[in-house]
């Protein structure tokens, strides 16, 4: 909220049209974007305050409209205190108006002047922004950042490609090795001294 005298609030309400919204701080205000024919809600908050008077701005002019006035009685003054449609009350903490059955006719800024009748002062709250029948605008999906695969180590099972290095020379060591080790044991068979089968056949005694 913003300390202001009530006559320099008027000013600077009046001022607003359509066309400055942007330069408005967003975080000073919200907009809200109610269906046609549904309920919506704008709230002032002040714990510690006795009254709010409501406005509303309306777009494509300076024109602003004084709604009503609520204290914490729920007692409400002002041209619209009577409109069904419009419902002035304390929730809490905070003072709340309710538009029922919103029309395209309710656009406009939603804004309260916040009295403490202890301390004489008032203060500004900027409220909301009431856009019926207009769709909000469609945030850019959300983009995430993929993080690099690392390479898993070569597991070969039916196939040689990419790991000649890893399994392929290894096992043509072993098979060399093997036939080495074949080639050696042939030819020391084969460097042994042959015998004739015959010197192991036993005589027969003569009879």
């Not at 205190?81 to 002035?88: G, H, I, L, V, Y």
Request: hydrophobic share 40%; net charge positive; glycine share 6%.
């Amino acid at each position: 909220m913003i300390p202001l005298g009530p006559a320099w609030i008027l000013v600077t309400v009046s001022v607003w049209t359509f066309g400055s919204v942007e330069a408005l701080p967003r975080k000073d205000f919200k907009v809200l974007y109610p269906p046609i024919n549904s309920n919506e809600a704008v709230d002032c908050h002040c714990d510690q305050c006795d009254y709010a008077l409501w406005f509303r701005t309306v777009p494509g002019g300076s024109k602003v409209e004084f709604l009503g006035r609520c204290n914490n009685a729920d007692r409400v003054t002002g041209p619209f205190a009577e409109n069904k449609r419009f419902k002035f009350s304390r929730k809490g903490l905070s003072f709340e108006l309710r538009i029922i059955n919103v029309t395209a006719e309710d656009t406009g800024i939603y804004s309260c002047i916040l009295g403490d009748n202890k301390v004489k002062n008032e203060m500004f709250w900027p409220g909301a922004l009431l856009l019926p029948g207009v769709s909000p605008p469609t945030l850019p999906p959300t983009t995430t950042t993929k993080k690099p695969v690392r390479p898993l180590p070569c597991l070969c099972i039916e196939t040689f490609e990419g790991c000649d290095s890893q399994v392929l020379w290894p096992l043509v060591g072993v098979l060399a090795g093997l036939a080495l080790t074949i080639f050696c044991t042939l030819y020391y068979f084969s460097r042994l001294p042959k015998k004739c089968r015959h010197n192991f056949v036993k005589k027969r005694p003569m009879s």
